[in-house]
Structure formats: structure tokens, C-alpha cells
């Protein structure tokens, strides 16, 4: 180091500071803000750079990324999640997105909307008015259809959808489990719950791929592009097990994610009427009653800015982390090659050097945006997720389905709790259903 950088308060011998991110993560990068720009954390005993400086981060993913690969999580997640787009480096990972990208251009786009609104009003068919619903298991229940129909042309069936639901939270948690426990081993129940339910994963990954076996017909979706590219060098196209990671990356991206982000958005749309009836408004101004459609986004000005706001404040992702590949001078940090560097997305989001109000939900922030790196819901560089305006459609279209007919209250007595050891999600959300 080129100078005493600050050490988080509170760190275990052994242990680190794992103890207080599996209690609360978010607030434990958060209560690190004003430390400095660089602050020293421990995972058991690795130590990692936490970076809290938006131009130390843009450094790190955007201006010198080529000093730098994917962190010690990504690494150890290979072996549940492969070697998909999301965990890949190098050239291997450019290639991969070169494939990928025209899945996500925006003629593609306009048909996948019809598919995700049409997925949601299936949904929202046998609603009653005064019933009760565990809303996040709603959006868990729908993501995966919106994911296998739109990327895929397959219909996973509700008892697929049931099991994305059941297995991906216990995969992700293994996942990450292991990437960041100091010791060698785990306890065997615990390791076998985690390897089980990567099983039923890959079960359903493999009907996936079955349905596309011996086709080489392009049926205008990810998946066939996928499987029907072949490498300029060989000529030789993409491996099943290639085909599997991909797939597996999506459905982490696609159902995980997605979920989460939509039971934080009705959440707030529920304690704060105020937004909730500007939201209406719109819709019923704009729409005039007719089902929404992708070329009707950008006539929704004020649904984006609850999108933008939803992900500011409740981002999924509650830190990622990269590894220094070579010397960097990070501020007063010089970060030699084996560092492992941190930055935590949702901490940025909530730092009110950079977000007045931070925990206020306010979709008026928006009308004028944030200081260029301090808003970072899909990353940021070479890696930025490359299914990003995907997710911003789905959450708009979703969102406008909903709306457009229901109102959503949280039940009487109910007390929300939230959790941040792999995704930052609600545990617990019944909601009342009226209609509008």
C-alpha cells in the first residue's frame, strides 16, 4: 500500500468481517462510506480493497478494465453457474457476447414485449379483488415463463417455473457460500442441499437443450443462434456444455433478478399513493385502455423514472468484485496483481454524497440524472450486462400490465424484512389485491 488505508471496524479473528455481511450486508458497505475512498475488508482471511469512490470504480470496470479480471466469487462460481457470459473473461467473453448481442437489438425487443405482457395478463387472469397473495412468489412464478418463451420458444410449465423458484435462491446462496468461506470445507448437509439443487437446475437446463436437439432450424430466438453460430477460426459451433452455461446465466439474470426488482416496485408503489396515482395517470393517459406494447416506452417518461428509482434503491445486487491482473494505483491504494477489489452497487446508490434523501423513494430525482458513476444497476464497461434494456422492457411492460388494472396493498400487520447475502430481496410480501 502507498499509505495506511482504514481497516472496516470490527473484524474477527478468522473470520473477518463474514459475520456482519451475513447479518447485513448493505448496511455494513454502507457504514464503510465515510472511512475514505479505499477501505480494507476480510473475508475470513482475504483481505479485498472496498472501493466507495464512483471515479475509483469507473476506473476499475471501465477506463483501466484490461488490468483487471473477474473476482474470487466469479471464479468460484464456475463450477454451479459455468463458464456463461456473465463469469467469462478475455477474448473468450467478447466472443460470447458478439453471439449473444443481436438477441437483445430492438426489433428483437418489440416481439419479446408482446410475449412478456401476454405472460402477465396470464397472471393476472384469475385475480380477485380483496385476495391475497404472496407477491414475491407471483414474480418468481412469471419471470421464468417470460425468460423460456421470449430466449428460449419453450414453455417451461408451471412445475419448471416452480422449481427455478425452489432451486435458483439455493444455488445462488451456494454459490456464494463457497466463494467467500474462509475454511476448506463445509458441512456435508449443507454442501448436499446446495449440489441437489443444482441437479434439478440442470434437469431443467437439458429439456431445454433436448427440444433443440438435431434442429438446426433458426427459430429467431437466443437459443437458436446460439446453437447455429460456428467460429470463423474452426468452423466448429457451440458445445452442449456451452449451450448449458449460457443458459444458466439467464436464467440467474432473467427470473433472480427480475423478480426482485418488480416486488421492490409494488412495494413502493403501495406506501406511496402519491406515485402510485401520477404512475396511473400516465397509463390511463397515454395507453387510453389499450394493451401496452414496446413502441409505447418512451411515451412513459414517469414509469421509467419508478424503474430507475426502484433499482436505485433496491439494486438486486449488493456488491461484485474483480481481481487486479496487474499493478494499479487506486487512489492511495496500489492494488497488486491478486487483489481482489470490491465495490458494493446498492451502497453507491444509497450514498447521499450522490443521492440526496437516499432512502426516500422519489421518481423525481430523475427528471434530472445522477452524477455520471454513481448509478450502476447493470455494471458498468466491457462486462456491463448485456440484457439491460431487456430487464428495463420487462419491468416497464410488467409494471403497466399491473397498474393499468390493480392496485396492490401490503397486508395489514405485516412487517417487510429484507436479506442481502446473494440478491437483495424482500422475504416476505403479502400483498391485497383491488381492482381498479
Known sequence: MTTILPVAPHRLPGLGHLPYLAWDQVGFYSS??????????????????????????????????DK???????????????????????EFHLRQRRLMSPAFHQQRLAGYGEVMRAEVERMTKGWRSGQRIAWEK???????????????????????????????????????????????????WTSRRYDVAGRRLDAIIDRILSSYADDDTDRGDLLSMLLNARHDD????????????????????????????????????????????????????????????FADLPRLPYLRRVVDETLR???????????????????????????????????????PRHHPRPLEFDPDRWARPPAAGTYLPFGGGRHRCIGERFAIAEMM??????????????????????????????????????RR
Open 68 to 90: 483487471f479480471t473477474k473476482g474470487r466469487i466469479f471464479r468460484k462460481t464456475r463450477p454451479f453457474f459455468g463458464n456463461g457470459v456473465a463469469t467469462s473473461d478475455g
Open 32 to 65: 464503510l462510506l465515510d472511512l475514505g475512498p479505499v477501505v480494507r475488508i476480510y473475508f475470513g482471511p482475504m483481505e479485498a480493497l472496498l472501493l466507495t469512490d464512483p471515479a475509483l470504480i469507473h476506473q476499475v470496470l471501465v477506463t483501466e478494465a
Open 138 to 188: 407471483a414474480m418468481y412464478a412469471v419471470t421464468p415463463h417470460i425468460i423460456g418463451k421470449t430466449l428460449f420458444h419453450s414453455d417451461l410449465g408451471e412445475q419448471a417455473a416452480a422449481e427455478i423458484h425452489r432451486s435458483l435462491p439455493l444455488v445462488l446462496q451456494g454459490a456464494v457460500t463457497r466463494s467467500l468461506n474462509p475454511l476448506p470445507w463445509m458441512p456435508a
Open 234 to 293: 474452426t468452423g466448429k459451433g457451440m458445445s452442449r456444455q456451452q449451450a448449458r452455461d449460457e443458459i444458466m446465466t439467464l436464467l440467474v439474470a432473467g427470473t433472480e433478478t427480475a423478480a426482485v426488482s418488480l416486488s421492490w416496485l409494488f412495494l413502493e408503489l403501495s406506501q406511496h399513493p402519491e406515485v402510485e396515482s401520477q404512475l396511473h395517470t400516465e397509463l390511463d393517459t397515454e395507453l387510453a385502455g389499450h394493451p401496452i406494447t
Open 397 to 434: 411492460i410488467a409494471t403497466a400490465t399491473i397498474a393499468a388494472g390493480w392496485r396492490l396493498r401490503l397486508a395489514p400487520g405485516s412487517r417487510v424484512r429484507s436479506a442481502a447475502y446473494t440478491t437483495h430481496h424482500p422475504v416476505s410480501l403479502p400483498m391485497i389485491l383491488e
Open 313 to 351: 434503491l433496491h439494486n438486486p445486487v449488493p456488491m461484485s468484485m474483480r481481481a487486479a491482473q496487474a499493478e494499479v494505483q487506486l487512489g492511495p491504494a496500489l492494488a497488486r496483481p491478486g487483489t481482489e477489489v470490491v465495490y458494493s452497487p446498492l451502497a453507491l446508490h444509497r450514498d
